[in-house]
């Protein structure tokens, strides 16, 4: 798959916040993962593809945290010296697990030779998945989600982000455009020369607002997409402000 557009979002017009007290931590925690999953998801279709890589680095011994995240950040620096210094651009996206299990660190990430990684890891094996050519990553996206879900927040967290991409990730931003509740009810068209990836499609009433929701993702095989940049069909986008509850965040666009 060579392109896959970021996402596209429609809801009925008419959005309204709820009173303050309907927003429970348990909503709020299911509106993040709903939230990081999607945008997990925009960042893995955009910037990798078949021949990519999924990897996981292990331990031959047993780390705490502290050895976890120094040996992590030493395993990045180095790669990116390497591949800076060969005119290879490295694009990467790391997460860390450490709960009910011995700590280890997955990392999507581009695909160079496997003993340029395998050289810079010391500390145990180097584990190689290639992405694959059909789909979107929504799956890869949820399981790296899951696996820091209950511990970036922690205080002694090897990262207190939910995943950790480097500097050259291009973040895409999703559209959102409101229609009327007939078109809601509709199946979703996708644009010329896209098609709407399988299993993608969600429909939901959102936690915090009066409004019924769509999304999806469009993709194309085309070498080179029709469409780099979409600004959106007409309508209003209207982007909302974050804020915090109970160290939890939340917010309408991803």
Partial sequence: M???HPGVGKRTPGLKRKARENHTPEKVARVNYRNAVKKLTAILNH???DGDYHITLTYATEADQQQAKDCLEKFL???HDYCKRHGIEW?????TEYENQRI???IVCSGVDRQIIEDRWKHGHVNFRELYSKGCYHELADYL???TEKTFRNPDAVSRQRYNPSRNIVIPVPKIEEVSKAQLGRDPKPLKGYYIVSGTENRYEHEFYEVDCLEYIEATDAPVPRIRSWKGRPGKYEKLHKTTEDQLEWELEF
């Fill in 2 to 4: 060579r392109s896959l």
């Fill in 47 to 49: 910037n990798f593809r």
């Fill in 77 to 79: 620096r180095n790669m």
């Fill in 91 to 95: 694009k990467r996206v790391a997460v």
């Fill in 104 to 106: 280890h660190h997955h």
């Fill in 145 to 147: 989600v899951k696996e």
